[in-house]
């Protein structure tokens, strides 16, 4: 969650390149436009995909940016000069967005009363850590003390049944990161974002081409993964255990995203919200771009298969996309393991991005206004 700092403009900066020894997806097909100049990238339809599976072409390595949803962006993207954590000088998208979702109402998250059911209430990582999300019902607010085996858990009104969360922006700042202030212990966090500040946006940083990395980063250490392909961050692991020791539970929706006022919406896990099917090979959607510009695809393909034989920051290498990352399951509290390839950092902060548990940049990092 975040910390009471003021609001910044945040730029998560990322880079991207090719991996190497991949296959041949790196290389540009006969038919593949000249490679982009720097500005304004130029708005294209997808064309979807009509060759059967022993036809069809390889992927060329980097982001397609027509396949981001409509209004993903506040402003057009752009190709820009950047240069990466280890030295590379290579380009860029610079994607803008507002913080929000694009396409949808986030929501809902905590319930109201110990009797609403999953439809009032969203959802949150069970305690085995795999698998699917719990929902977060009245039964689960009143059963909080014995699903985590320690009956100081009352995040209710005895009296009223009714569910103690976080109604203001007040409480929000006060929950809403690892350090929770007293009087916002046992509460059911959420907060809305009516409570960014005017003009919030996001500034992402994304090399065109991905750079596979002789440094690659620290499994479950990753602080940022990527971006959503509806324009909100895909998020490092959240502080759980900063979360649960001052009894708070930090609410998602059913997506696996919640809100916070340095990083606006953002998701924690992916169950499908954002899955977009880009071949018809029935190999799993894509999900969105990771901070090096790899493809982050789903957990499961379309027959419901889990991925195998994934490396340790979950990714594989097939002959349609070329290096790639498959989505952990929901309560993994992890998107990806870590990064293969090599990303752009601001100022003052380093290849993971962001620090953990929806932390603010720290206050040297680049921003822009």
Known sequence: MSLNYRSLIGIIVFSALTLGGCNDASEEPAKQETTPQQGVVEEK?????????????????????????????????????????????????????????????????????????????????????????????????????????????????????KVRYTATKEGCLGAAKPDVEEQYKQNCIECELSYLEDGFSRTFLIPTTPIPSTKTGQPNRLRTAGIALDGSELSGPAPVDAILGAYTIAAFDDCGGHTNVHQGYHYHSTTGCTDKQTSDDGHAALVGYAADGYGIYALKDEAGKEAEELDECRGQTDDIRGYHYHAASPSANKIIGCLKGETVRPAGGDRRGPPPGDRPPPRDAAVKK
Do not use: H
């Open 45 to 161: 339809t997808a064309t979807p995909a009509t060759e059967n599976t022993a036809k069809q072409k390889a992927t060329p390595q980097g982001m397609d940016i027509s396949l981001f949803a409509k209004d993903a962006f506040t402003q057009a993207p752009k190709i820009v000069d950047c240069e990466t954590a280890e030295g590379t000088k290579t380009m860029c998208y610079e994607l803008i967005t507002s913080g929000a979702p694009a396409g949808r109402v986030p929501g809902p998250f905590c319930p109201r009363t110990t009797t609403d059911g999953a439809e009032v209430g969203g959802a949150w990582f069970n305690k085995e850590g795999t698998g699917e999300l719990v929902d977060i019902t009245g039964e689960f607010i009143l059963k909080l003390g014995e699903y985590y085996g320690d009956e100081k858990w009352v995040l209710y009104d005895a009296k009223t049944n």
